[in-house]
């Protein structure tokens, strides 16, 4: 059973949620919160898999609830809710640990599926969404030359770009004619040796890091 968390300050928003996922015999939703606040409170108790966060929201926001559930939680996905796909704040969450993004208006099916997908230890970006968010907000930060790059080897980090790049494991086992599952075994040793929670976070590490440069 996949436990959800909801946190949203519309009582409205929370409760088609909640009616759209329960419907489902998979997925049970476990807590609601109106705040950040009450999120944290809410996921240090029942420990979800799966927390929905919407990013403007009282007393705390949704930035904030994000950067300290991946630091208190850190078996729970956090996914931020958003009106708009190149939301600004996206990009910040996407930084603080967040394993995606959902639009609030997506249909019933496209909520479930996501849901499930993060469960899963998946990302909930699709490629081209990634690389078009990352590289509109990556475009206005200072490149910072990270030595942790060296902890990489070549292949390594040749795996790292092309996830930089938004390709998916079969795209870019067929880049490198190599296997899917040594694609997999590649993404988690770069995962490990840069301390990265997921496939978004490296993402987003590519492009601080330089490896990647925006439009390039």
């Known amino acids: 059973m996949i436990r959800v968390v909801l946190a949203d300050d519309q009582d409205m928003v929370r409760a088609g949620i909640r009616m759209i996922l329960e419907s489902e015999p998979d997925i049970t939703v476990v807590g609601e919160a109106a705040n950040g606040k009450e999120a944290l409170r809410v996921a240090d108790l029942e420990q979800p898999d799966v927390i929905l966060v919407d990013i403007q929201m009282p007393v705390m926001d949704g930035l904030e609830a994000t950067a300290l559930l991946a630091e208190r939680c850190p078996s729970s996905r956090v996914v931020i809710l958003t009106t708009f796909e190149r939301d600004e704040y996206v ?126």
Do not use: C, W
Request: without cysteine.
């Open 91 to 216: 990009f910040t969450a996407l930084r603080e640990g967040a394993a995606g993004f959902m639009l609030k208006n997506a249909p019933p099916e496209t909520l479930i599926e996501g849901v499930r997908v993060v469960a899963a230890g998946e990302s909930l970006l699709a490629p081209s969404v990634t690389r078009r968010i990352i590289e509109e907000f990556a475009s206005h930060l200072p490149v910072t030359p990270s030595p942790e790059l060296e902890r990489l080897t070549e292949r390594e980090l040749e795996v790292l770009e092309l996830v930089g790049r938004g390709m998916s494991n079969p795209e870019i086992a067929e880049a490198l004619v190599v296997g899917e599952a040594t694609v997999k075994t590649h993404v988690s040793a770069v995962l490990s040796k840069l301390g990265l929670r997921d496939r978004v976070q490296a993402v987003v590490f590519a492009y601080e890091s330089g490896l990647i440069r925006p439009g390039v």
